[in-house]
């Protein structure tokens, strides 16, 4: 955690592409509005997936090339239990249009989806999902 970006309950290290490429290219919009998300739910909000670049989108989702992490506009997020159930509506209530919920196996593995992607054709916004 540190005072000198606009979103400091977030790392650079979580936000960055976990393949290798070290490409951080998370939007500062939808960074703001994470941030602003984080200081309301009260509690750390791990991001186990934030920037992808295209070819490790490709390898990670069914999305492709093209998915909701590689515009720099979704995380995921690890949580579960009650504070999904918390998480999930302060997200609603913030804005965050595009909701995946994993929410089966280890604990630790599950997570909540949360983007602000522009709607497309094949992908439209607001939508709920599972995996
Ligand atoms: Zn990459």
């Known amino acids: 955690m540190s005072d000198s970006t606009p979103w400091p309950h977030f790392s650079e290290s979580e936000l960055t592409c976990h393949c290798g490429c070290r490409r951080q290219e998370m939007d500062k919009n939808f960074l703001t509005k994470l941030e602003a998300l984080r200081v309301a739910f009260g ?21 492709g090339l093209s998915g909701p992490h590689t515009t720099g506009k979704a995380v995921d997020i690890q949580v579960s239990g009650e504070d999904a159930y918390h998480l999930l509506a302060m997200a609603l209530a913030h804005g965050f249009t595009g ?33």
Not at 44 to 58: L, Q
Not at 103 to 110: A, K, N
């Open 99 to 131: 909701v995946g919920l994993s929410q089966s196996g280890l604990r630790q593995h599950r997570f909540l989806h949360l983007d602000m992607i522009e709607p497309s054709p094949g992908r439209p916004r607001p939508f709920v999902w599972t995996y």
């Open 43 to 63: 509690k750390p909000m791990p991001v186990t997936s934030g920037f992808r670049c295209p070819m490790h989108n490709a390898q990670a989702s069914h999305t």
